[in-house]
């Protein structure tokens, strides 16, 4: 493995930019692959063996750009995939939002917002319950929040109601933690944290998975020696809600995205 080859990063559409900045700001000096299916999100709704297809494509072409870790920055595909199937160091962003969701609770009691396909998985359920038996994890679909953040935001008063709508189901169930258990959700992080309890604390997986995967890297003698990173950014959809949304997420109105053919992942 060449430890100067760039880190891909995989998520269904603008999402995983949070992931993305995270890792930036603890390995400035890395060179990124972002891979967002822009074409095909949103991925919540589509059943676990398309998935496996979808992802199966993208790390395949990611391989032959010689990457030398992918991460996915996508729930909903940690959820559906086996990262054993695949011959590539893989991170995942769910497993960092189990581990991040124990460590902050302190009654046990932790709230879930994700996509249709994550919760119905029950992935967050068993594994916070893996890891502390006596937790009670209440989960909800919120399928609109990723809309809201693919089709480039909408007005203000728009997006607090729709975070409230999918919020409410909380009301009443104590709990101290919520997983944004989806990539999107961190954009809206203003708007999820006027409306939810002030002494519920909101967790952001991908603090824990940016740290897990500078660790890895450390320890393996992996972290890349050459200064000054690169950012490439593609997608197989539409180009102009992506760059709005990743340019005003990472502070960059000049992002270069390329777009690339789906008939190029088979």
Same mark, same amino acid.
């Not at 880190?7 to 390995?27: A, C, F, P, Q, Y």
């Not at 032959?64 to 920055?73: E, G, N, P, S, W």
């Not at 002494?199 to 995967?213: C, F, G, Q, R, S």
């Given at each position: 493995?060449?430890?100067?080859?760039?880190?891909?990063?995989?998520?269904?559409?603008?999402?995983?930019?949070?992931?993305?900045?995270?890792?930036?700001?603890?390995?400035?000096?890395?060179?990124?692959?972002?891979?967002?299916?822009?074409?095909?999100?949103?991925?919540?709704? $589509?059943?676990?063996?398309?998935?496996? =297809?979808? #992802?199966? *494509?993208?790390?395949? @072409? !990611? /391989?032959?750009? +010689?990457?030398?870790?992918?991460?996915?920055?996508?729930?909903?595909?940690?959820?559906?995939?086996?990262?054993?199937?695949?011959?590539?160091?893989?991170?995942?962003?769910?497993?960092?939002?189990?581990?991040?969701?124990?460590?902050?609770?302190?009654?046990? $009691?932790?709230?879930?917002?994700?996509? =249709?396909? #994550?919760? *119905?998985?029950?992935? @967050? !359920? /068993?594994?916070? +319950?893996?890891?502390?038996?006596?937790?009670?994890?209440?989960?909800?679909?919120?399928?609109?929040?990723?809309?809201?953040?693919?089709?480039?935001?909408?007005?203000?008063?728009?997006?607090?109601?729709?975070?409230?709508?999918?919020?409410?189901?909380?009301?009443?169930?104590?709990?101290?933690?919520?997983?944004?258990?989806?990539?999107?959700?961190?954009? !809206?992080?203003?708007?999820?944290?006027?409306?939810?309890?002030?002494?519920?604390?909101?967790?952001?997986?991908?603090?824990?998975?940016?740290h897990e995967v500078k660790k890895y890297l450390v320890e393996n003698n992996l972290v890349k020696d050459k200064?000054g990173g690169q950012l490439r950014f593609l997608v197989t959809g539409e180009k102009e809600n992506f760059i709005?949304?990743?340019?005003?997420?990472?502070?960059?109105?000049?992002?270069?995205?390329?777009?690339?053919?789906?008939?190029?992942?088979?």
């Amino acid at each position: 493995m060449d430890k100067n080859g760039p880190i891909g990063i995989i998520d269904s559409g603008v999402g995983g930019i949070t992931v993305l900045k995270r890792l930036l700001e603890i390995l400035p000096e890395e060179d990124y692959i972002y891979f967002g299916d822009t074409l095909r999100v949103p991925y919540g709704n $589509r059943p676990k063996e398309e998935i496996e =297809k979808f #992802t199966r *494509e993208i790390v395949n @072409y !990611l /391989k032959k750009q +010689k990457v030398k870790a992918v991460v996915i920055a996508c729930n909903t595909i940690c959820s559906s995939i086996n990262k054993n199937d695949y011959e590539i160091l893989m991170f995942g962003i769910l497993e960092a939002g189990i581990k991040s969701a124990v460590e902050a609770t302190s009654n046990g $009691r932790i709230g879930v917002i994700a996509t =249709k396909r #994550t919760v *119905e998985s029950e992935a @967050y !359920l /068993k594994g916070i +319950k893996r890891l502390n038996r006596n937790a009670m994890v209440f989960q909800k679909a919120c399928p609109e929040l990723v809309l809201i953040v693919e089709n480039g935001f909408y007005e203000a008063s728009s997006i607090y109601t729709a975070v409230k709508k999918c919020t409410e189901e909380f009301l009443g169930k104590d709990i101290d933690t919520l997983v944004l258990g989806c990539t999107h959700f961190p954009i !809206l992080l203003p708007f999820i944290e006027r409306v939810v309890d002030n002494k519920v604390t909101v967790v952001d997986p991908a603090i824990k998975l940016a740290h897990e995967v500078k660790k890895y890297l450390v320890e393996n003698n992996l972290v890349k020696d050459k200064k000054g990173g690169q950012l490439r950014f593609l997608v197989t959809g539409e180009k102009e809600n992506f760059i709005k949304v990743a340019g005003t997420f990472l502070n960059d109105k000049h992002i270069d995205v390329l777009r690339i053919a789906i008939e190029e992942l088979k």
